[in-house]
């Protein structure tokens, strides 16, 4: 039996394809083996990339924002950005189909490209992420405080908000601590339940005041404003890679991965796009674009009941998508640790979970701290989240704009260049640097300086991450899940060709 399995190793490490290339070799062990691989499947890797997404609480919120910006052609920039990120999405399977990683986008961008590539897309989408989760949890202490205000009339609730922001971030760690498949089938529940109660209030909303639609075609538009809003619409989607982050986990990560960004982007464009319609319906007819979650209940006119069922799955979506946003950029963490660009610390295994645990104390400690000097420093959470708006869209736009751009040379890298990919890849990947172009400078004109800061924190932590390159002397990045011995000669297989054996001399 020993004989049989040294020729099977053998087999792996010297067969000589026909050509004169290099042997290719299976290594041991691979680089992520630490984790938990080939423990999760299709539906936790949808909940981590839907939850992330949070449709529920963004198209409560977003909405407005996104009229505030384009105003009439609000409609315009909301199709465009379909439009943007189905070609992202489309662009981005492609990576998933052939490599598994733990560090998504920046993985890619690192094979496709090399270390400085690497470097800008990775600072580029560690400040999105942190940006998306600082706000998501900003999101979720603020609905939390409002619902205090039916059950506790008497108290103010300004006054809960570092309470509740401490024991949401407490939450997320420890449903991080217990586990992928827990936490994500727990993330996946919440937010269905959040999107019952977005589609019925917005199904309500519509069926209410019935014809009352925003112009698909304005008569007049800014193209930079347009473009904006197509930047904010781009925005609405960012965490829909997050299930990348997990395919080292994976059972079938090159089958289940792309089916989840698929059915989450999918998912999540019918309800923004209701609640879009549903918001537009209801407050327009009052003369005012309002958040559905900023309404006051004593108003004329609004149902209570509807007010604090919408504040109940706003709550539960952003609890989900706080939940989800930290497991996807501790692993994110984790992985700029493994290539050498944050401290090595932060890039080990707990044995006992076999979790990252040290990234998740440090990422979920940066966040919290962030989050609270926030609220100490502008006193509103819509300040707060609306530069964590900003900073998701500049952010992980130009981390999906460098992976798009970095395709054709990915594809040329494998041996499978494709003409029709490429041209795609090089227009989608484009057309997100202008809009989110559009978006700066569309702040920029209109006042708001606060745009300035997703730009100078990745400036900086590119710059960071450059000097760690030269400083230690890196010349690879992209570390990334490896089929090795074990996946080939499965763990106990003497045993069963012994009992085969037995089994016929019988």
């Known amino acids: 039996m020993r004989d049989l399995e040294a020729s099977i190793r053998k087999s792996m490490t010297l067969v000589r394809p026909r050509t004169s290339r290099a042997r290719i070799r299976v290594p041991k062990r691979s680089p992520l083996a630490e984790l938990r691989r080939r423990s999760v499947g299709p539906l936790d890797l949808f909940g981590q990339s839907i939850s992330a997404v949070a449709p529920s609480a963004a198209g409560a919120t977003i909405p407005v924002a996104l009229y505030a910006v384009a105003g009439d052609a609000s409609t315009l920039s909301l199709l465009i950005g ?111 339940l959040a999107v019952l109660a977005i589609v019925v209030v917005m199904s309500v909303l519509i069926v209410a005041n019935w014809g009352v639609v925003p112009p698909l075609m304005p008569t007049e538009a800014d193209p ?106 501790i692993r994110l963490v984790f992985t700029l640790s493994r290539d050498g660009l944050l401290p090595a610390a932060l890039g080990r295994v707990d044995r006992r979970n076999r979790l990252p645990m040290r990234a998740a104390y440090g990422v979920a400690g940066l966040v919290l701290l962030t989050a609270l000097a926030a609220m100490s420093f502008t006193a509103r959470p819509e300040s707060v989240t609306g530069v964590a708006l900003s900073t998701s869209a500049i952010g992980c736009g130009l981390a999906y704009a460098i992976a798009c751009l970095l395709l054709p040379r990915f594809r040329r890298r494998i041996g499978e260049p494709l003409l029709i990919a490429s041209v795609a890849a090089y227009a989608v990947g484009s057309a997100i640097v202008v809009v989110v172009l559009c978006f700066v400078v569309w702040n920029l004109v209109e006042g708001v300086v606060a745009v300035l800061v997703p730009v100078l924190l990745i400036a900086a932590v590119w710059a960071a991450f450059a000097l760690k390159v030269r400083r230690r002397g890196i010349v690879t990045v992209g570390v990334y899940d490896q089929t090795d011995e074990r996946d080939l000669v499965p763990t106990g297989v003497e045993a069963r060709f012994e009992t085969s054996a037995h089994a016929s001399e019988r």
Do not use: C, H, K
């Open 82 to 192: 379909f439009v943007l990120i189905a070609f992202v999405v489309a662009t981005v399977t492609q990576y998933a189909r052939r490599m598994v990683t733990s560090g998504s986008v920046y993985s890619y961008a690192a094979w496709a490209g090399g270390v400085r590539t690497a470097t800008a897309a990775g600072a580029a989408l560690l400040v999105g992420t942190l940006g998306i989760t600082v706000g998501v949890l900003v999101g979720a202490a603020s609905s939390a405080r409002v619902l205090l205000r039916f059950a506790l009339p008497a108290v103010p609730v300004d006054a809960w908000m570092p309470l509740l922001l401490v024991l949401v971030a407490v939450l997320g760690l420890a449903l991080f601590a217990i586990g992928v498949r827990p936490s994500t089938r727990i993330t996946l529940i919440v937010e269905l």
């Open 224 to 329: 930079a404003a347009v473009g904006a809003g197509a930047a904010v619409a781009v925005g609405l989607f960012v965490g829909f890679e997050t299930s990348a982050t997990l395919g080292a986990e994976a059972q079938r990560p090159f089958r289940d991965v792309p089916r989840s960004f698929v059915l989450s982007v999918v998912v999540a464009a019918v309800i923004f796009a209701l609640s879009f319609f549903g918001q537009y319906a209801g407050f327009q007819t009052r003369g005012a674009f309002t958040a559905v979650g900023d309404v006051d209940p004593s108003t004329p006119g609004t149902s209570t009941l509807l007010v604090i069922a919408l504040d109940v799955g706003i709550l539960l979506s952003y609890l989900a998508a706080f939940i989800a946003s930290l497991n996807g950029v």
